[in-house]
Structure formats: C-alpha cells, structure tokens
C-alpha cells in the first residue's frame, strides 16, 4: 500500500472552516477518501488525500466559499518527477535504470531448493545446471516439463519435481520417495549368523533350525540358525529369528592437559567485493591473509525490490579477526568428565538400539595426558541373515 501510494502521490492539506467537524462532511459529501484525520493547533483540520482529492477539495472550496484549503505536505514519484523534469540526464538515466531491472526480471539470479532432506541440494543444482538452467538463465527459455522429467530420471531419489518462477528467483520444489520396505524371497535360503561375540541370553526362532542355544558362547561368523530343516526329508527355507546376547566392550580415550585456546587481540580488517552476474568484482587491492591467525566471517547480502524480485547484485563483506594461540590447562577432573562422556556416546553409537548394562571406568594420568578406559556390558541382537554356505546346507543342530 505504501508502494502504491509513492506511485500515485499523496497531499497533506488543511481544511479550515466554521468548525472543524465540517471537513468529514465535506470530504463524504464531494466523495473524497482520506486518511490520518487529525486537528492543527489553529484549528484547522489535517488529513492526507490522494491527487484527485486534492483538486476535488479545491475546486469545491472554489466554488461555494465555505472553506479554504491549505497544502502543507506533498510527496510521490509525480511531485519528485515534476521537480526534475528539466534534468534530462537524469531522467534518461532513471529510464535506462527502470529497463534494465524489467530485463534483468526475465534472467535467474537465485535458486532456491525446498522440499529435499537426504539428497543435499548440491546434487540438485548440478543436476538443474547440467540441464541448462544456471544463474543468468533466461526464465522463457526453461522448458519445464522437459527439465523436470529428465531430473526424476537421473535422481531416483526424487518421486516429485517442480520449478516455480518468481521473477528472477526460480523456486525448486521436490519431493523424495519413501524407501521401500525390506522385502525377502521366502524361497531363497538364508541363514542367521553371528555378526558380534558374546554369551547368548534370549533366542527366537521363526524360520530354520536352531544350530545354538541361550547360554552359549559365540562369535563373529559362527550359524546360529541354519536354512536346513532335519526334519523328515529335509528342507531348506529362509531363516528368520532374533537373538540376543550378553556382549562387552573395551574403549579408550585420551586428552592432553595442556590445550590451546584463541585470546583475540581486537584487530579487525574489513575486505568487501560485489557479485555482478556471477562475477566476482573485489573492491580492495591487496589479498591474502591480512594476519597470522585470524578467523574469517563471510557475510553475503543478496539486492532485492520490493515484492522479492532478486536483482544480479550481491554485496560481500569479509571480516577478519586476528587472534593469539594461547596454552590452556585443562583440570584433570574435567578432562576425565568429558572422556567419559565421550565415550559412552560412543558406545551406545556401537550397540545401536541394544542397551547397557554396566559400565566400568579406569582412569591413568602422566602428567601430559589423561587416558580413560571404559568397559561395558551390554544386551544387544547379534543376529544377522548371510546367504548359507553350499557345504553347510546339509548339516543340522540338534
């Protein structure tokens, strides 16, 4: 609205007459809109109308000679035109600025990725620009069907893609498929084999023949479900079931006392540049790194109009701070705290979605190090189906 009102112009003026009051009623009675109704120390009544109000007012304050009407304000692109219309120049060049912007409305200037979780949008853009639509594209010239199919086929990943333009920023909107669920072949054989040692404490058989028992001692590779069936003839089937066991675990970790840590000194060092149509224009002489260790913030600041429109135009600053390596102590109390958490992230990492049972830490400290060992005791399935062996299709458990 504020847009429009800058195109059209706006007038503040002041009505004056036997009462205040009376300047609603002549503004409903000559159909005049208004806004921002207030009353002047000298009693006279402020509003703020559009062009067409403003002649409407005077031409009837004209006429009957029951009011008088001031202009204390007038704003807009027609009172700032007429100002400047004996300035050729730069009105030429505020047309060719104004052309220049409708032209660079049709090219994309930014692309941006929506709807995407597991596939990164890097992948995307790559696929998007071996397509032929990059920075600078021409908005007419994308077909968009075209595009889209050809994207489905080199992403599987993707069950849905569309290309929405706004201006100059194309919006990729995309939708990912739902993995498919595992699925087996009950005709083809298979066995459950250890993947990790331990004493079996729980064990369910679904499919095939138990080649162990709870309370045996396994490890990594051993059967302990075979696909063959002893039972009358003999069969071979899909093996299926769970097994659980008492595993442990030995895991160690170690941090140094002495740490380095970064004291800034306050010295900062400003570069900007700007990105014109993809092309990187510095605005400073000298490169490289300013100091000898400094941290480096990138800031980019992308040119938009108003309504989103996204113009060729970004402004970069680089911000460099220097800073000092500084040794730092670390207590060994904080050092054994953060190792210990450490590790058991780790391990309940390792035993995804088995649980822990005990948990022993041992600490060792050198004056330079502290080194924390933990050991665990954990409950975790250890089951996993391996195609069977061909000499091992024939042998049974008991």
């Not at 069969?235 to 170690?254: L, N, P, Q």
């Not at 092309?279 to 002489?285: E, G, M, S, V, W």
């Not at 040119?303 to 040794?327: C, D, I, K, S, W």
């Not at 822990?356 to 005791?377: C, F, H, N, P």
Request: with cysteine; aromatic share 8%; hydrophobic share 40%.
């Amino acid at each position: 609205m504020a847009a429009l009102n800058f195109l059209l112009g706006t007038v503040r003026v002041g009505l004056r007459c036997d009462y205040s009051e009376r300047a609603v009623n002549i503004c409903a009675r000559n159909h005049v809109d208004f806004r921002d109704l207030r009353r002047s120390p000298d009693g006279a009544a402020e509003m703020t109308v559009d062009i067409r109000g403003y002649m409407t007012l005077r031409r009837a304050a004209r006429d009957t000679g029951a009011f008088t009407v001031r202009i204390i304000r007038r704003r807009g692109a027609p009172f700032f035109l007429w100002r400047i219309r004996k300035r050729y120049v730069l009105l030429i060049g505020m047309a060719v600025c104004f052309f220049l912007i409708g032209l660079s409305s049709v090219y994309v200037w930014q692309i941006d990725v929506v709807g995407n979780e597991s596939v990164p949008s890097s992948e995307i853009l790559a696929a998007l620009k071996a397509e032929g639509v990059d920075i600078g594209t021409c908005v007419l010239d994308i077909p968009q069907r075209q595009v889209t199919n050809r994207i489905l086929m080199k992403l599987p990943q993707l069950s849905f893609v569309t290309l929405n333009t706004h201006g100059s920023r194309l919006e990729v909107i995309v939708r990912e498929g739902r993995p498919r669920p595992d699925t087996y072949d009950p005709e083809e054989p298979a066995c459950v084999k250890a993947v990790k040692g331990g004493i079996i404490t729980e064990m369910t058989v679904n499919e095939g023949w138990a080649t162990a028992r709870v309370g045996d001692t396994v490890t990594p590779g051993d059967e302990l479900i075979s696909s063959y069936v002893p039972l009358g003839t003999g069969r071979t089937v899909h093996a299926m079931g769970s097994v659980r066991a008492r595993t442990w675990y030995e895991m160690r970790a170690t941090m140094p006392v002495e740490t380095v840590k970064k004291e800034y000194t306050g010295k900062k060092r400003t570069r900007r540049a700007i990105i014109l149509g993809g092309k990187r224009i510095n605005l400073y002489i000298s490169g490289g790194n300013p100091y000898g260790c400094c941290d480096k913030i990138i800031m980019y600041k992308d040119v938009t109009l108003p309504g989103g429109a996204v113009m060729p135009l970004t402004f970069v600053t680089e911000v460099y701070e220097e800073y000092r390596p500084v040794q730092t102590g670390v207590s060994p109390e904080d050092a054994q705290r953060m190792l210990k958490a450490r590790l058991l992230d780790r391990l309940e990492d390792t035993i995804d979605g088995g649980s822990v049972t005990s948990v022993e830490y041992d600490v060792a400290e050198d004056g330079q190090s502290v080194t924390v060992i933990l050991r665990a005791e954990c409950l975790e399935e250890i089951g996993a189906q391996f195609p069977p062996e061909a000499d091992g299709e024939n042998t049974g458990g008991e």
